[in-house]
């Protein structure tokens, strides 16, 4: 691991150079960062203090637990704090709305913030910085990763955790009722089906019914049906593609899903499929280990992972960036704060945070043996697959993403009750223009 930090100190080292050099001349609008000389002078940000702001998430408590490492090859001294995913969103708001120059670097969620982030112009554009150093080689990340940390074509934050939408299963009620796999929608429908035996407490398909929690899930749907949530400025929530996507979805909780599912997320959910008493489970690949976890359930040996089944438009599961790392447009020093973000997602502290199952974003790691030591072989190579193509993201894009979440899990929710789901689309599409119409100023 030493060695591995010294050969990105070096290519880091040789980029910051040539970018202070270039200010010196009058090549920059930031301060140079100053090295010292002799012994010091491979520690260019000697002195320097960094404010970091982190989830309170498994790879936030990884890179804290590396910190040390880069403060001693850099001389920098960073100071992380943490927060709740709520009360981070907050506290950045907050701050960046009183135009604070802290933290200079952050975790957030690119789904939820990027776009508003990024047009009250609280986000520092990335693309000058990620071609410095060679040996970063920003090619090696997803690019539907890329793609989610990406608005109005800059490149706003580095992705640093995956989540693409997969389909668990019951290898052992499969193999007994001889049933294949699904790799189609109707395939995923006639095994559910087959499955569902309410009697003995053994439903055919668990997922995210709670309104606002489902919108991401019925986007893999939606997509592989054609549909969209909007599409050229437009809601498509209502066009055939959208709404037989959605009604896949809805009749598959309605009729073949557990009690109570209008009130689940997806800790419910894959509650349900860990104790036993579903056949197939729908959600991101990230949260296996709720499943998989031999001390939480009692299939541990008996899951099966598979790629999303195909609808008519294929297969078009989300494969998105859930969590990324920013920097503040107003960091007083940004060559140091890209020191870190380099640091943080280069391809050696990204196979470590993986190894601790932390779903990295560079293609590099998951090819590497090592970079699937954290992963069941069967999910690895699913996630491989689906890191492939999908879709980069699994929300609307629009600045109020909670408003849109709610008018549109509203139309599965009345479709899972019983109503007609096509007016529950025509009522939620025109909700949704309104709300488009609005943040366009129209």
Same mark, same amino acid.
């Given at each position: 691991m030493k060695r591995k930090m010294k050969r990105w100190m070096q290519g880091t080292l040789a980029a910051v150079l040539a970018v202070s050099m270039l200010s010196a001349c009058g090549g920059g609008n930031d301060k140079p960062s100053q090295g010292v000389e002799g012994e010091g002078a491979a520690k260019p940000f000697q002195g320097k203090k960094l404010s970091i702001a982190t989830a309170n998430h498994p790879w936030g408590d990884a890179i804290k637990e590396l910190i040390p490492q880069f403060e001693e090859e850099t001389g920098m001294k960073v100071d992380v704090q943490?927060?709740?995913?709520?009360?981070?969103?907050?506290?950045?708001t907050v701050q960046f709305?009183?135009?604070?120059?802290?933290?200079?670097?952050?975790?957030?969620?690119?789904?939820?913030?990027?776009?508003?982030?990024?047009?009250?112009?609280?986000l520092q554009p990335l693309d000058e910085y990620v071609t410095k150093n060679a040996d970063y080689d920003f090619e090696d990340f997803s690019k539907a990763s890329v793609s989610?940390?990406?608005?109005?074509?800059?490149?706003?934050?580095?992705?640093?955790?995956?989540?693409?939408?997969?389909? &668990? &299963?019951?290898?052992?009620?499969?193999?007994?009722?001889?049933?294949?796999?699904?790799?189609?929608?109707?395939?995923?429908?006639? @095994? @559910?089906?087959a499955l569902h035996d309410p009697s003995k407490e053994m439903y055919g398909f668990s997922a995210r019914g709670q309104r606002s929690a489902l919108v991401s899930q019925i986007s893999s749907f939606m997509y592989?049906?054609?549909?969209?949530?909007?599409?050229?400025?437009?809601?498509f929530l209502n066009s055939p593609e959208s709404v037989k996507g959605m009604n896949t979805?809805?009749?598959?909780?309605?009729?073949?899903?557990?009690?109570? =599912?209008?009130?689940?997320?997806?800790?419910?959910?894959?509650? =349900?499929?860990?104790?036993?008493?579903?056949?197939?489970?729908?959600?991101?690949?990230?949260? &296996?280990?709720? @499943?998989?976890?031999?001390?939480?359930s009692t299939i541990s040996d008996q899951i099966g992972y598979a790629v999303f089944p195909a609808g008519d438009a294929g297969s078009q599961p989300f494969n998105i960036a859930s969590w990324g790392i920013a920097m503040n447009a107003k960091a007083a020093d940004k060559d140091a704060a890209w020191a870190f973000i380099e640091w943080a997602t280069s391809k050696e502290i990204m196979l470590e945070t993986q190894k601790l199952g932390n779903p990295g974003s560079r293609l590099s790691v998951w090819a590497s043996p090592e970079g699937t030591v954290a992963f069941p072989k069967e999910l690895a190579e699913v996630t491989m697959e689906t890191q492939k193509g999908g879709v980069d993201h699994s929300l609307p894009q629009v600045n109020a993403v909670g408003e849109a979440r709610d008018i549109i899990g509203s139309?599965?929710?009345?479709?899972?009750?019983?109503?007609?789901?096509?007016?529950?689309?025509?009522?939620?599409?025109?909700?949704?223009? @309104?709300?488009?119409?609005?943040e366009s100023g129209q």
């Amino acid at each position: 691991m030493k060695r591995k930090m010294k050969r990105w100190m070096q290519g880091t080292l040789a980029a910051v150079l040539a970018v202070s050099m270039l200010s010196a001349c009058g090549g920059g609008n930031d301060k140079p960062s100053q090295g010292v000389e002799g012994e010091g002078a491979a520690k260019p940000f000697q002195g320097k203090k960094l404010s970091i702001a982190t989830a309170n998430h498994p790879w936030g408590d990884a890179i804290k637990e590396l910190i040390p490492q880069f403060e001693e090859e850099t001389g920098m001294k960073v100071d992380v704090q943490s927060y709740f995913e709520d009360q981070l969103s907050q506290k950045l708001t907050v701050q960046f709305t009183s135009g604070s120059a802290t933290p200079d670097v952050f975790m957030y969620s690119p789904l939820q913030h990027a776009k508003q982030f990024y047009n009250n112009g609280w986000l520092q554009p990335l693309d000058e910085y990620v071609t410095k150093n060679a040996d970063y080689d920003f090619e090696d990340f997803s690019k539907a990763s890329v793609s989610t940390n990406t608005i109005d074509g800059k490149i706003v934050g580095i992705p640093t955790i995956t989540e693409q939408h997969i389909l &668990y &299963y019951r290898k052992d009620l499969l193999e007994e009722a001889n049933i294949a796999v699904p790799k189609t929608m109707d395939e995923l429908l006639a @095994a @559910a089906k087959a499955l569902h035996d309410p009697s003995k407490e053994m439903y055919g398909f668990s997922a995210r019914g709670q309104r606002s929690a489902l919108v991401s899930q019925i986007s893999s749907f939606m997509y592989s049906e054609g549909g969209e949530f909007m599409r050229d400025g437009k809601a498509f929530l209502n066009s055939p593609e959208s709404v037989k996507g959605m009604n896949t979805y809805a009749t598959l909780l309605r009729d073949f899903g557990p009690p109570g =599912v209008l009130n689940m997320s997806w800790p419910q959910a894959i509650g =349900v499929f860990a104790q036993g008493k579903s056949a197939f489970f729908a959600d991101v690949n990230s949260i &296996y280990l709720n @499943a998989a976890d031999p001390e939480k359930s009692t299939i541990s040996d008996q899951i099966g992972y598979a790629v999303f089944p195909a609808g008519d438009a294929g297969s078009q599961p989300f494969n998105i960036a859930s969590w990324g790392i920013a920097m503040n447009a107003k960091a007083a020093d940004k060559d140091a704060a890209w020191a870190f973000i380099e640091w943080a997602t280069s391809k050696e502290i990204m196979l470590e945070t993986q190894k601790l199952g932390n779903p990295g974003s560079r293609l590099s790691v998951w090819a590497s043996p090592e970079g699937t030591v954290a992963f069941p072989k069967e999910l690895a190579e699913v996630t491989m697959e689906t890191q492939k193509g999908g879709v980069d993201h699994s929300l609307p894009q629009v600045n109020a993403v909670g408003e849109a979440r709610d008018i549109i899990g509203s139309i599965v929710q009345r479709a899972i009750t019983g109503e007609d789901i096509q007016a529950a689309a025509d009522q939620a599409n025109k909700e949704f223009q @309104a709300l488009i119409d609005n943040e366009s100023g129209q």
